[in-house]
């Protein structure tokens, strides 16, 4: 998980996001980005869909730096 944390910092400079993760989100996207599926059971407003906006960038951030 320690990988994703430094994936999703990079991603939060590169494209200037200024948000603060809750620990459940971070959860959330190292799942997926394990391959695992994930149902988010969370309350309205917690910000769910914020963890698959960084999912992609993530993605795309990982495939640049092998490249």
Not at 30 to 49: A, E, I, M, W
């Amino acid at each position: 998980m320690a990988a994703y944390v430094n994936a999703i910092e990079r991603v939060k400079e590169k494209y200037g996001l200024n948000v603060t993760l809750k620990p459940q989100q971070t959860d959330i996207i190292s799942y997926l980005l394990d391959g695992c599926d994930v149902f988010g059971l969370l309350p309205t407003g917690f910000g769910k869909s914020m963890t698959y906006i960084f999912v992609p960038l993530i993605l795309d951030e990982c495939f640049l730096l092998r490249n």
